[in-house]
């Protein structure tokens, strides 16, 4: 290998310490605008919120067993889907809440409705997924930053062998001299 494939090398690998850290840096500044920032905004209601949100709110709660955003159930005001229904084969769990509803009859009676659905609200389960996501992405981005310095350390140092090696004739070969070896600079 020649001394210009290590220089060339030094130089790509360089270019992609800076651009890894580039992008390291950047998330990790960003890490808090992506952790805060959630499908609500100014105190908005799911109720208030467009359907697509709403369905993607709804796939939440179905994977995350959990129901509504920050407050609960009460997000979704008297509209409570059937996403947020807890699993009716065990209603004593800690995830389940048994709401009680009075609704009047069109007679005028009162009815007494019952739902069993989850306790916890969906922000802080899908915050954290997000978080361990963004987390093992700063985690991965600076591990090839340090497997690119590596990289860069032992091309600098074979270019350095590169440069001290002296080709011998092969019909002459003696060995340097000790004032040879410890004269010699490092590059």
């Given at each position: 290998?020649?001394?210009?494939f290590?220089?060339?090398?030094?130089?790509?690998?360089g270019?992609g310490?800076?651009?890894?850290?580039?992008?390291?840096?950047?998330l990790?500044?960003?890490?808090?605008?992506?952790?805060?920032?959630?499908?609500?905004?100014?105190?908005?209601?799911?109720?208030?919120a467009?359907?697509?949100?709403?369905?993607?709110?709804?796939?939440?709660?179905?994977?995350?067993?959990?129901?509504?955003?920050e407050?609960?159930?009460?997000?979704?005001?008297?509209?409570?889907?059937?996403?947020?229904?807890?699993?009716?084969n065990d209603p004593d769990?800690?995830k389940c809440?048994?709401?009680?509803?009075?609704?009047?009859?069109?007679?005028?009676?009162?009815?007494?409705?019952?739902?069993?659905?989850?306790?916890e609200?969906?922000?802080?389960?899908?915050?954290?997924?997000?978080?361990?996501?963004?987390?093992?992405?700063?985690?991965i981005y600076?591990?090839?930053?340090?497997?690119?310095?590596?990289?860069?350390?032992?091309s600098?140092?074979?270019?350095?062998?590169?440069?001290?090696?002296v080709?011998?004739?092969?019909?002459?070969?003696?060995?340097?001299?000790?004032?040879?070896?410890?004269n010699?600079?490092l590059?």
């Amino acid at each position: 290998m020649s001394l210009t494939f290590f220089s060339q090398y030094l130089i790509l690998t360089g270019i992609g310490l800076v651009i890894l850290l580039i992008f390291a840096v950047s998330l990790s500044i960003l890490k808090s605008v992506i952790l805060d920032s959630g499908p609500f905004t100014n105190n908005m209601t799911v109720d208030q919120a467009h359907n697509t949100t709403k369905e993607w709110l709804e796939s939440v709660q179905k994977w995350a067993e959990c129901c509504g955003w920050e407050n609960g159930y009460q997000d979704w005001g008297q509209n409570i889907p059937d996403s947020c229904l807890c699993d009716s084969n065990d209603p004593d769990s800690p995830k389940c809440h048994s709401l009680s509803n009075h609704t009047v009859g069109e007679d005028g009676s009162s009815v007494l409705s019952s739902k069993v659905i989850f306790s916890e609200p969906c922000a802080p389960i899908y915050i954290g997924h997000m978080e361990r996501f963004v987390n093992a992405a700063i985690g991965i981005y600076f591990g090839l930053v340090v497997i690119d310095m590596i990289g860069m350390v032992l091309s600098i140092m074979m270019i350095c062998q590169i440069k001290k090696y002296v080709p011998t004739s092969a019909f002459y070969q003696s060995p340097p001299t000790y004032s040879d070896l410890n004269n010699k600079p490092l590059c």
